[in-house]
């Protein structure tokens, strides 16, 4: 059954329209630890895809392909790592779902244009950072 | 949390994740996360509940400035 409704499809194609440049997701399943969580994720996943012609999905298992969830730096399941022209270090932990769905169709328009929509102050100052930074930002769906 | 994810693109020095806290109780736990969103930056910083991109920009800076 599909996880999105003819007006979310709608909504989430209209978006996509403003993609400049190809995008690729890459997700990490891993049916003995989380099996329903990983195939509702790449199910959701897809359904994105099929909306945009610059969208490609590639499946990985980080049991299997151990050496690219390294690269990754991806150590749960489900995961998503929105790319595009390059990794940008853009992760989804987790189904983005309700409010986090609106996230992720975000996150792949900022991967696909690679133009922030940040003032020229802030994007000045995180060019000079000395130090890598990690976010995490913990969110629920509603 | 749009702000981390365009951080990200803008340095090649951030890295953000989304966590989905519920599907995610021991990591939310190590975290102490009781509200949502709740943001946390190289496990130094944190803060709760959305912010104007100057506060987030300078919790960023404040987290390296503790390295």
């Known amino acids: 059954m599909a996880i999105l409704n003819d007006r979310d ?16 997701l890459v997700v990490f ?4 630890i989380a099996g ?3 195939r509702q994720n790449e199910a959701l996943v897809r359904e994105v895809a099929e909306l945009s012609d610059a969208i490609t999905v ?9 050496e ?9 399941v489900p995961a998503i790592v929105v790319e595009g022209a390059r990794d940008w270090g853009i992760r989804f ?20 244009t690679g133009e ?9 100052s995180l060019q000079t950072l000395a130090a890598d930074v990690e976010i995490k930002v913990f969110s629920t769906p509603t | 949390m749009r702000l981390a994810q365009h951080m990200s ?9 989304v966590i989905e806290a519920t599907e995610f109780p021991e990591l939310s736990r190590a975290y102490h996360v009781m509200g949502v969103p709740k943001v946390v930056i190289n496990d130094r910083v944190q803060f709760e509940g959305a912010v104007p991109e100057a506060e987030f920009l300078g919790a960023v800076l404040k987290a390296v400035e503790a390295a």
Request: hydrophobic fraction near 40%.
């Open chain 1, 58 to 66: 590639e499946v990985l298992n980080p049991a299997i392909d151990r």
């Open chain 1, 9 to 24: 499809r709608s909504a989430v194609q209209q978006e996509l329209a403003k993609l400049t440049g190809p995008v690729k």
């Open chain 1, 116 to 124: 922030p929509a940040l003032s020229e102050a802030t994007k000045a």
């Open chain 1, 93 to 112: 932990y987790g189904i983005p779902m309700g409010y986090e769905f609106s996230n992720l169709i975000d996150a792949i328009i900022v991967a696909s």
């Open chain 1, 29 to 32: 399943s891993q049916e003995l």
């Open chain 2, 9 to 17: 693109v803008a340095s090649d020095r951030v890295r953000s994740t």
């Open chain 1, 68 to 76: 690219r969830a390294a690269a990754y730096g991806v150590d749960q």
């Open chain 1, 36 to 38: 329903d969580l990983c």
